[in-house]
T-cell receptor, first 112, second 113 residues
Framework: KNQVEQSPQSLIILEGKNCTLQ??????????LRWYKQDTGRGPVSLTI?????NTKSNGRYTATLDADTKQSSLHITASQLSDSASYIC???????????FGKGNQVVVIP | DGGITQSPKYLFRKEGQNVTLSCEQN?????MYWYRQDPGQGLRLIYY???????QKGDIAEGYSVSREKKESFPLTVTSAQKNPTAFYLC????????????FGPGTRLTVL
């Protein structure tokens, strides 16, 4: 069973609208959680990193939240732009172990 | 211009042939990684190297081989023993093995004909 589950698998949103992506994980003991953006045919690029003590972190129009008690994270995209069309990957690492657990990604398509 | 480069971007191979994917970094990172990405699946670790002249198998190493003779280079060979090699291959690096933000290259798409 995958240790990181993302939902929805894919979504289509109108330009200018907001959307929220979900990431649930079972990795333990938890160290940190990253959201990556991957454009089609390119390598992933880090957007945010969340550690155990952090509840929210922003990077421009991207805002990540973390609830370490329920093992859930979300990525909120505000005022979406066409360039936001990409796959957003949730990656969780365990304390004392450099192995990373990757989600399958949320595929976002922004249409004009 | 610092970063990770992978070449070629697209690669075609006939069944039964070995092929080598290049990965070079000028970030002075000690650790390097190879991942495979298939549609609808998360990244899967093939091999990793913590330091020069050392490498370890990841979760799906069968049918692949690597070398780490230089700090900046970590080539991946896809051998004929890999039963389903068509995929998108990503190379990544980190300053050291315990550093968890991975810096990814642009990827190589391998297609077996």
């Amino acid at each position: 069973k995958n240790q990181v589950e993302q939902s929805p698998q894919s979504l289509i949103i109108l330009e200018g609208k907001n959307c929220t992506l979900q990431c649930n994980y079972t990795v333990s003991p938890f160290s940190n959680l990253r959201w990556y953006k991957q454009d089609t045919g390119r390598g992933p690029v880090s957007l945010t990193i969340m550690t155990f003590s952090e509840n929210t972190k922003s990077n421009g129009r991207y805002t990540a939240t973390l609830d370490a008690d329920t093992k859930q994270s979300s990525l909120h995209i505000t005022a979406s732009q066409l360039s936001d069309s990409a796959s957003y990957i949730c990656v969780v690492s365990a304390r004392g172990n450099n192995r990373l657990a990757f989600g399958k990604g949320n595929q976002v398509v922004v249409i004009p | 211009d610092g970063g990770i480069t992978q070449s070629p971007k697209y690669l075609f191979r006939k069944e039964g042939q070995n092929v080598t994917l290049s990965c070079e970094q000028n970030l002075n990172h000690d650790a390097m990684y190879w991942y495979r990405q298939d549609p609808g699946q998360g990244l899967r670790l093939i091999y990793y190297s913590q330091i020069v002249n050392d490498f370890q198998k990841g979760d799906i190493a069968e049918g692949y081989s690597v070398s780490r003779e230089k700090k900046e280079s970590f080539p991946l060979t896809v051998t004929s023993a890999q039963k389903n090699p068509t995929a998108f291959y990503l190379c990544a690096s980190t300053p050291d093995f315990l550093h968890r933000e991975q810096f990814f290259g642009p990827g190589t798409r391998l297609t077996v004909l």
